[in-house]
């Protein structure tokens, strides 16, 4: 058994897969390298900050997207944003009633953004019943409810906290059962 171990056949055969090994090592480590170089052209970053209109108050749904890409969010409650995009990109910030706002990340960890309000609202949509219109398209009366407006009191559904507070909705329940 020793003998067929350090027959020639056997250490050529043990020769050519040590030289296969090497050759797969060196095919690796060309991989690492070339992948830590495009991930360092391309570096990403976690982004936060806090969106706030120009008196200061926050803006919840605010649009953040990375421009010219498609990693997107919102903004929550208390205006507070996480976006992952690269380190050189560009953010953009979109809110209806608001002026647009683009921001170079360069770099940062943390970008506070302050809308300004926009005059030129007429582009801006409107939910209506059965779907969105633009409010220069829109030919009919309009009527607002605002966020204070609906949480001022209780109510189990979007329905019951419309009943009375906007002109010409009617809202009816088809059924006896409470909600």
Request: aromatic share 6%; net charge positive; hydrophobic share 40%.
């Amino acid at each position: 058994m020793i003998s067929i171990l350090f027959s020639p056949k056997v250490a050529a055969s043990f020769s050519s897969t040590l030289t296969g090994v090497h050759f797969l090592k060196k095919i690796a480590l060309s991989i690492l390298v070339l992948q830590t170089f495009f991930m360092g052209a391309t570096a990403q970053s976690v982004i936060t900050g806090t969106v706030r209109d120009s008196k200061g108050e926050s803006l919840s749904g605010v649009s953040i997207h990375l421009k010219g890409g498609r990693t997107a969010t919102t903004s929550g409650s208390g205006g507070n944003y996480s976006i992952n995009v690269p380190t050189n990109g560009v953010l953009l910030f979109t809110y209806v009633g608001h002026a647009e706002k683009e921001v170079p990340v360069n770099n940062q960890r943390s970008i506070d953004v302050i809308l300004e309000e926009s005059n030129n609202s007429l582009d801006a949509l409107v939910v209506v019943g059965y779907g969105t219109v633009r409010r220069k398209d829109l030919t009919g009366a309009v009527s607002s409810v605002s966020r204070d407006e609906i949480n001022a009191f209780p109510s189990a559904n979007v329905m019951q906290a419309l009943t009375g507070r906007a002109a010409g909705v009617q809202v009816k329940q088809n059924t006896g059962a409470p909600g």
